[in-house]
């Protein structure tokens, strides 16, 4: 006589389940999953994750190390410190991301990685302040234009600015510093311009005393990125552009350690004497309309 229970919806009779039948239970699971896109992700995500392991013949104790790994890159996260960002942009999944979801006009000034010092409290300040509040660094000038892609400046762009400071520290990363330095949100003028001064970036390594660091010592990697100056752009009707501009010349620019690197986003920095100049165009994509 049949005595099996009565199946809740959604479920499968999965007895005896082995290494090659798991997934598909696991799939079946969630058969009734109401939200479609969340089921395309996890039922993806599952899949990959399943034959990863499958692939590497993954051990329990293999996997307990990686349970504490993430653990760590969790316990490492504050509000001044986001291990998790670290952890995407170095494995390349957030270029990756950008890559896949910034396709652009051709003349539209290129996206890259966020990164994970961006701070939503910065100072508002008026075109032409110095913007490094008293941040270590040799001046530099900086002289920016905010175009559409037809070439007409967008007056009132909003431009949120950040960047480490001579020592290759940013503001968030000086435990002592209660202030925001070397960061700021300005907006550019009837002319679509903007000029504040600053301190001229240099290269700096990813914070390497977390699980992320242990990582790119553990895989032989240098953990450096080449100088930049963080950007986030943003005006009605137009995309909003997240990039940096790279200074020309750095050593790191084919070795940066989260691979954000765009040819078109590596700039001069003009030496004047005692202090620098940086000129740049951006232009920003027009806001798409869903298809
Ligand atoms: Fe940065």
Redesign the pocket.
């Known amino acids: 006589m049949d005595m099996s229970l009565e199946q809740p919806a959604g479920a499968t009779r999965v007895r005896n389940i082995d290494e090659n039948t798991i997934t598909a239970a696991v799939l079946a699971r969630q058969a009734d999953c109401p939200d479609a896109r969340l089921k395309e992700v996890l039922s993806a995500l599952i899949t990959h994750l399943h034959e990863f392991a499958r692939e590497v013949k993954l051990t329990e104790a293999e996997w307990m190390q990686g349970i504490r790994f993430l653990t760590a890159t969790g316990h490492m996260c504050d509000d001044r410190r986001q291990e998790f960002i670290l952890l995407s942009d170095t494995l390349g999944l957030s270029m990756l991301l950008v890559a896949m979801n910034n396709a652009k006009a051709p003349q539209a000034t290129e996206a890259t990685v966020f990164?994970p010092?961006h701070v939503d409290d910065a100072p508002r300040l008026p075109p032409g302040s110095d913007i490094a509040g008293g941040a270590p660094g040799r001046p530099l000038d900086v002289d920016i234009t905010v175009t559409s892609l037809d070439g007409q400046p967008i007056a009132g762009a909003e431009v949120d600015v950040w960047?480490?400071d001579e020592e290759g520290l940013y503001d968030v990363q000086r435990p002592d510093l209660a202030e925001r330095r070397a960061r700021a949100v300005m907006r550019t003028d009837a002319e679509g311009r903007l000029r504040f001064r600053t301190i001229v970036p240099t290269a700096y390594p990813v914070p390497t005393d977390g699980p992320v660091g242990r990582m790119l010592v553990a895989t032989g990697r240098h953990p450096w990125?080449p100088a930049?100056i963080?950007f986030m752009i943003s005006a009605p009707g137009h995309e909003t552009l997240i990039t940096?501009l790279f200074r020309d010349g750095d050593p790191y620019l084919d070795s940066d350690v989260v691979f954000g690197v765009r040819r078109s986003l590596v700039v001069a920095i003009e030496d004047e004497g005692d202090s620098a100049r940086l000129r740049h165009a951006f232009v920003l994509q027009p806001e798409r309309t869903a298809a």
């Open positions: 990164g010092f960047q480490a990125r930049h963080h940096h």
